[in-house]
């Protein structure tokens, strides 16, 4: 094999960084076009987040929680939560939800599986994947 032989071969393949560039944009691509699609009505279900650190009013709790029924409790920002019941015609009316997520019960947070009550403002129903990753990259770079 000459040295003629190795340029052609060289050029012929594609560069890797051009191929990492293609998987990338192939990865990112479904990401982009959630976060860029609207929100759907709240149905029972669906799945939603807390917008901030909420106070709610828990409307049943778990069996190993010290709350009571008709207590207020906090949400975690962007706590899982899934829909039991959803609001009627009026967008004032209170969406009854389950709480999800971490296991841990300290007081005053909501206990896991708690049915409790808030409103459309409180929530968010899809994270917002490119505010996450500037997140994620600030933290990244601040370190």
Not at 4 to 20: C, N, V
Not at 24 to 29: D, E, K, M, S, W
Not at 76 to 101: F, K, R
Request: charge should be negative; glycine fraction near 10%.
């Amino acid at each position: 094999m000459g040295t003629g032989d190795r340029d052609s071969l060289s050029r012929s393949e594609p560069p890797l960084w051009s191929i990492g560039l293609a998987v990338v944009v192939i990865l990112l691509a479904p990401l982009v076009l959630y976060s860029l699609a609207p929100s759907g009505p709240l149905r029972e279900g669906d799945t939603i987040f807390s917008e901030g650190q909420q106070r709610v009013l828990l409307r049943t709790a778990s069996g190993a929680s010290s709350l009571q029924e008709g207590e207020i409790c906090l949400l975690d920002p962007g706590n899982p939560l899934i829909i039991i019941g959803t609001p009627g015609d009026q967008p004032d009316e209170a969406i009854l939800a389950q709480v999800q997520g971490n296991p841990a019960i300290e007081w005053p947070f909501c206990p896991p599986h708690a049915e409790v009550l808030l409103k459309a403002h409180q929530i968010y129903q899809k994270p917002d994947v490119l505010k996450q990753a500037q997140e994620l990259l600030t933290y990244l770079l601040g370190r």
